[in-house]
């Protein structure tokens, strides 16, 4: 009985989950929702890595939501959120492809997750914790005013598995690399279609939060792999602070 009880509660919060995308509000008029969604492509070179915001504080390229013919929220088309308010789930929609079908890729996916006391480290210490050491694959913005405002390095970077798995400091910061392999050859296309809980630490914006995806293209030699294209389509919602 105990065991029939459990796999009901599971059903039932996934249900929920899914038809409300997680805000708890099944009419977005009743709250002030701001509805984001955001579409990004990009090339990431063999041997290079490069991150994508899913969800970051940023209090400068939030920008004023607007309204959407056929939606009862109002609607931003980036992925910033502004202090105070709550996002609890993040949909993302990957895909991923070679520039060149006779090579062979494995490509890796992780994440970055970043708070307050950990997304407003100083320039140094970002590079070599959340970066590659000469870049940081995040960045804080500390001038007066944008305090703790997230964005993310709008290129790729040198980058493998190889330097990942030699420092236990990024393997810390730049979750789930080693466990998230994807093999791309004749032509094969990778797609991933996921909602993601935000975590605990991320949930309430604030300065230093961002929520990241990290995409590697483990191959370093050009003989042996191409270029990847991605494409990354997210969608959230965000419960300004004034709504709570």
Not at 171 to 186: E, F, P
């Amino acid at each position: 009985m105990p065991y029939r009880r459990f796999t009901s509660r599971r059903r039932r919060s996934y249900g929920n989950q899914r038809r409300q995308g997680g805000t708890g509000a099944t009419f977005s008029g009743s709250q002030n929702i701001i509805r984001h969604s955001n579409s990004t492509t990009a090339t990431i070179a063999s041997g290079k890595t490069q991150v994508f915001n899913l969800v970051a504080y940023n209090n400068e390229f939030h920008g004023t939501p607007v309204a959407s013919a056929g939606s009862s929220a109002l609607v931003l088309t980036n992925n910033f959120t502004d202090r105070g308010s709550r996002v609890d789930y993040v949909t993302m929609q990957l895909t991923i492809k070679q520039t060149d079908t006779t090579k062979n890729n494995t490509c890796y996916l992780g994440l970055i997750s970043t708070s307050f006391n950990t997304g407003r480290l100083d320039a140094t210490l970002m590079k070599n914790q959340f970066g590659n050491g000469t870049y940081p694959w995040i960045v804080s913005d500390e001038s007066l005013g944008k305090e703790g405002n997230m964005t993310v390095r709008a290129t790729a970077e040198d980058y493998t598995l190889h330097q990942y798995s030699l420092n236990d400091i990024q393997q810390h910061n730049l979750r789930g690399l080693l466990k998230r392999q994807m093999q791309l050859y004749s032509g094969r296309v990778i797609t991933a279609n996921s909602t993601i809980p935000l975590p605990r630490r991320n949930r309430r914006q604030q300065e230093g939060s961002i929520l990241a995806l990290v995409i590697m293209n483990d191959s370093e030699s050009d003989t042996a792999g191409s270029d990847v294209e991605i494409r990354l389509d997210t969608f959230f919602k965000e419960i300004p602070s004034n709504a709570i």
